[in-house]
């Protein structure tokens, strides 16, 4: 178990990223290809990889290989390929490795030849070669564009479906509205929130506040980074109803995905519209209308304010998606 600590400062430098980072991507994904049970959500995408019967892209095997050797399916990974700049972008975020501090790169995988035999390509990394670690950041950038790059729609429109959930519960409740939404991943115990997690140890945040990450490759397990000292983050996989397989678009219509009458409901909200208005168009009653909007509300597709003495309904990320995969 991981267990985080809290002080009153750290409570107000809670942050939630509104993207996926490429590189915990990358690496998730790696994860996925090692696997051998392969979760649903992920089967489509590795079709269209090659990783059942076609042959696999040069760019996507080459990348496996390495992935397998630097990140590992274990209780540890270097942290210099995960660098705080990938918030900002693949290529903020693959110029930050190329300078991570040569100690550092020998320090990292040291620990990590530990745990395992490194091949010796890896020596001229811990040397900090400036050659090695541009050809380093040169595979990753390739696998990025072969195997998640032609799927950022998917991913990002998953993702960000997660995020307005996580904000709505931020706005609506406060940090421990937030923190109580992740359960059952994690637990907030104020201070401390406790995280299911490979290997047990204590994260004391200081006052440094904590950046919450959703990921569409992570699976089952938050993340976090291995040092102590680097600015504190906790990647965690979105929740599996906004996660959006290309599966889903070649359904024929809503109505197959949920019901005619939620489906009709969930177009007329377009924009926005009320419960009253909902009705009128989709010739319901009021009480069949709400009983269809919260479904679509726990589902992550539809968001529910009160705007004095109504509810306005609008379309969350994922229910736009849903609507315009269906028209497109």
């Given at each position: ?30 994860f ?48 210099f ?19 991570t ?36 950041a ?11 790059a ?21 706005v ?73 397989s ?15 009458t ?5 177009r ?57 995969a269906?028209?497109?």
């Open positions: 178990m991981l267990r985080i600590h809290f002080t009153s400062r750290d409570l107000a430098r809670v942050t939630i990223s509104a993207r996926s980072d490429p590189l915990w991507e990358i690496l998730f994904s790696g996925r290809l090692q696997e051998r049970h392969r979760a649903v959500i992920y089967r489509p995408w590795l079709a269209m990889l090659g990783a059942g019967s076609r042959p696999v892209a040069a760019p996507i095997r080459v990348g496996r290989t390495v992935l397998e050797v630097l990140a590992p399916r274990g209780p540890y990974f270097p942290d390929l995960t660098p705080p700049a990938g918030r900002h972008g693949l290529d903020a975020g693959l110029d930050a490795l190329c300078r501090p040569r100690r550092e790169l020998h320090r990292q995988l040291t620990i990590l030849a530990r745990r395992r035999p490194l091949p010796s390509w890896v020596t001229p990394l811990g040397d900090g070669k400036p050659d090695a670690l541009s050809g380093l040169d595979t990753m950038r390739r696998y990025h564009a072969a195997a998640i032609p799927h950022t729609e998917m991913i990002e429109q998953s993702v960000a479906a997660d995020y307005a959930h996580r904000t709505h519960r931020l609506t409740g406060g940090v421990d509205g937030l923190l109580a939404s992740m359960r059952p991943l994690m637990r907030w115990q104020p201070p401390v929130l406790e995280v299911d997690y490979g290997v047990d140890r204590d994260l004391q945040l200081d006052g440094r506040g904590l950046r919450l990450v959703p990921s569409y490759f992570c699976q089952r397990l938050p993340v976090s980074l291995a040092d102590p000292e680097l600015p504190p983050v906790l990647v965690y996989p979105i929740a599996q109803q906004f996660a959006w290309p599966a889903t678009r070649r359904l024929a219509s809503l109505d197959k995905l949920i019901g005619a939620r489906g009709a409901v969930l007329t909200i377009g924009s926005g519209a009320t419960t009253t208005e909902l009705a009128r168009t989709v010739n319901v009653s009021l009480a069949s209308v709400s009983r269809h909007t919260t479904v679509l509300r726990n589902a992550g597709l539809v968001r529910c304010d009160r705007e004095g003495g109504a509810i306005l309904h609008t379309l969350t990320s994922l229910g736009r998606a849903l609507v315009e269906e028209q497109g």
